[in-house]
């Protein structure tokens, strides 16, 4: 009975800590400004990112070298990413104001997305750039 | 049997605590956050520690299951020392350390008491069922404390990030061990979490080497955002 408790309380708190952690990091994300650099790699037109080009981002990620400490952060924001399609699929049908939650929640993840690519491209520049330096 | 997926597994722990903890003392906050590193430096102990003892008895041995749970026992313990830390930084300015960590204490001192009265009235009394429970009650014990603190900050409209994402990550990780450890209690053969406990010890650390790598300290952000963050 109390192990029974126990699991659904923490089930609970899983959800709403890790929901909450994954705002703080598109919080986070949204006072990064995207390099014009970055926006040409990404194919990303204005602030908004929308969310039909997460997978897109996150295969760009996947080929970048990573500059260390964000993976966690990528798979976090993917889980999120996940999680949300899930609500859309069970839920979005009930009512269109939670589909239009859910489309803006991902469009967030999209922009987390863009935010880490180009950091890692920016990351990747520097590399080169002493690179070719040091050769010279 | 531990297959090489396991072994595989428990090196990629130790590799990413180590890592963090390389991250912590080039960013030298190892004054400012040294039950971070304090929890870190067990840690990486304990692992090597369970390797050396599934070297020399074997995963199934009874020896190896007390070495595991007493091991986890002792880092949820530092875990409280992280918290007691996120506590008194929150409250700085109330200059209630004192109580916090006070109250901390008796706080494990009850959780340990209850623990060995549960198992204490049970009929099979085995000590490796006390330290199940211990650990089950906790990590449970955890998921309260966090919350508690996190319902603080938000009441108290805390504003620096890098204590939010500490705070938070904390929250991930004993509600997801709590979990675990309670459907254990429930389905004492499944298999499945033996891989999704790997995963789960590499989330604070990972979560740790994020924020202080890629967040300043002094960055803010409006507790309404981490609310509701696209209003």
Known sequence: MIAILIFGISALTLLQFFVSYSHSLIAESRGYELSEHGREIAGVTGRIVRSDQFRRLLQLIALCPEPGGDTGQVRAVSIYFGLLGLVRVLFGWIEPAVAGWIESERSGCAYVAAVMLDRRISYNRVLMARQMSAQL | ?231
């Open chain 2, 1 to 231: 049997m531990m297959g090489p997926v396991d072994y595989l597994l428990l090196l990629a722990d130790l590799l990413v605590e180590i890592c963090c903890l390389v991250c912590l003392l080039r960013k030298r906050v190892f004054s400012q956050h040294f039950t971070i590193v304090l929890y870190l430096c067990a840690s990486i102990a304990i692992g090597i520690g369970r390797y050396g003892v599934i070297g020399a008895v074997g995963f199934t041995s009874v020896a190896y299951h007390y070495f595991f749970y007493y091991s986890d026992a002792l880092l949820t313990i530092c875990l409280y020392f992280v918290l007691m830390n996120l506590y008194a930084r929150v409250f700085s300015e109330m200059e209630i350390s004192k109580f916090v960590r006070g109250g901390a204490m008796l706080l494990l001192a009850g959780t340990a008491g209850i623990s060995y009265h549960m198992v204490a009235a049970s009929t099979d009394k085995l000590v490796t069922h006390f330290v199940f429970e211990l650990s089950q009650n906790l990590y449970f014990v955890g998921v309260l404390l966090t919350y508690l603190l996190w319902g603080a900050m938000m009441k108290m409209r805390e504003n620096r990030t890098h204590l939010m994402q500490l705070v938070l990550s904390m929250g991930v990780y004993f509600s997801a061990f709590a979990g675990s450890y309670a459907l254990g209690n429930m389905y004492p053969g499944l298999m499945v979490w033996r891989y999704v406990c790997h995963l789960m010890v590499m989330w604070l650390p990972l979560s740790w080497a994020y924020t202080f790598m890629k967040v300043p300290e002094d960055t803010r952000m409006a507790t309404a955002r981490v609310l509701a963050p696209n209003r």
